[in-house]
Structure formats: structure tokens, C-alpha cells
């Protein structure tokens, strides 16, 4: 007997250790828990602690107290102006109802598929009465503040506070990019070509004006040079008259003998006449040439390079 009793007391330890164990439940700083009894919601626990709760006939349903967020499929619309738009948007939100939130949308899975719904037709309603600059520059931030507003709303239902609604792209369909793009690629390509035009137009102009300054510097310097150089003839031929005019007979002498050396350098050729009947060589049998000179007479004109008078050549045999 005694047996048998300990063995239903030890019975009933165990279920009321069970019992215990199964009715308490623990919740943390990020969650926020909800009692259900037969589906349900008898009370909700928002506070961090220990709590318990009818065993086997109540059940917990935990939920996220922190910020959550959901990420939107890039979606293709039309702006007010007609042109098309590839819009990628994010929203952030916080489950401040946990017993609307639940008899609206059960699980937090649900609760995004709701607000992926209300973010999304909200995107499309303020975005299509918005102009594409508009939306890509001059509003985005004025936009998004309207699309948060419709999506905070709607979101009240569930027990949602809406926190944020971003824009995080909002570009041209992909072919119209590239159309973009291409039709930006020739303007560039038309602008290097015209600036390449003109490059080449002024580059032929600078040197047009460089050869025409070259032009006229060459022939002022050849004007100049010859300008010198006719002085310079005048200044010689005017030394070799003074020269003339102190000693004619030295003179002739001297211009005989630079004739000879100039007509005798060739190795291949012979002179053939006479010292006496030949006037070129009459210094050679006649230290005055045999003629006599007047002193002071005046000055010959012809240049320091007459070479002297003909003479007969005749080819080395």
C-alpha cells in the first residue's frame, strides 16, 4: 500500500513539475508576447520579464519588438510626363499593436506581404502624378514623405507605425538607358568633332600667319644682307682704288700675280704661248711689264675677281 501511494504522489510531483514548467514563459527586450486560449488572444505582455500562464490550455505567440523592415521588387512605372521609371523602395517599420497585428496579419511574414502591398500601390499612386525630374531631382524628398503618409495609414489597421519609406533607386527602364546613353555618346562625339575642326582651322591659321612672318623676315634680312654686302663691295672696291692711286705699278704687279696663280692651279692642263708676245706674261721677262705708267692716274672700276686676259688651254697629252 504505502508503495502505491508514494508512487501517485511521485505521479503528481511530476505533473505539477510539468505543469509549472509549462506555464511560465519568458519574455525579452526584443519581443513582445501574446496569451492565446483556443486561438484566442486573452492578454498581451509588452514588458521584459517572467510570466505565466494556464498550462496546456494557453499557448504564447511571440513577436519582434524591434524595428523591422521590408525590401520592395523593383517595379516599372509611368510618370506624369509619360516617361517610364524603374523605382527600387525600402520601408522600415514597428508593431506597436501586437493584438491588432495579430488578428490582422498573424505572423510577421504576413505583415510584410500586407505592407509590401501598401508601400507598393502607394509608390504608384503619388509617383504617377509626378514628373520624372521631379522624382529623379527636384522632389524625391517631398515624394517619399507622401508615399510614408498613404503607407502609414493604411498600416494603422494592422498595428503597424510606419517609421520610413525610401527611394533607393529610381532610374530609366534599361533600353531607355542605353538609348540615353548612346544618343549622349554621339552629342559628345559631334562636340569633339566640331572642337577638332576648329582645332585644325586655327592650327593651319597660326601657321599660315608663321609662314607669311617667316616670309617677310627672310626678306628683310635678305634686303638687309645685301644692303651690307653692297656696302661692303663699295668699301672694298673704294680700299682697292686708294690702293691703286698710291702705287699703280705694285698694283698691276700684284693683280698680275694673283691671275697667274688663279689660271696655273689646274694639274691636268698646260698654258702654251710666248713670254714676248703675250701681254699676260709680260712680268714674267719684265719686272715693270713692260709699260710704262702714269702716277696718279685714276683708279680701275673692275672688281678685285676680273680674272686676267684670255689665254689658249690645251688638254694634257
Known sequence: MKTGFFGIVGILVVVVLIAAVSSAFVVSPTTQALVLQFGQVRRAVVTPGLYFKVPFIQNVEYLDKRILDIDLEPQELIASDKKRLVVDAFARYKIVDPVQFYQGVRTVQGGNLRLNTFVSSAVRAVLADASFFAVVRDDRAGLMEKIKAQVDLEAKGIGVDVIDVKIRRADLPQKNS????????????????????????????IKARADADKEILLAEASRDAERVRGSGDA????????????????????RSMQAYETSMKGSDTRLLMSPQSSAFLRFLTDSKGGAVITPKTAAPTLPPTAGPPAVVLAPAP
Open 178 to 205: 542605353e538609348a540615353v546613353f548612346q544618343r549622349m555618346q554621339t552629342e559628345r562625339q559631334r562636340e569633339a568633332t566640331e572642337l577638332r575642326a576648329k582645332g585644325s582651322e586655327e592650327s593651319q591659321r
Open 235 to 254: 668699301d672694298r672696291i673704294k680700299i682697292f682704288a686708294e690702293a691703286y692711286n698710291r702705287d699703280p705699278e705694285f698694283f698691276q704687279f700684284y
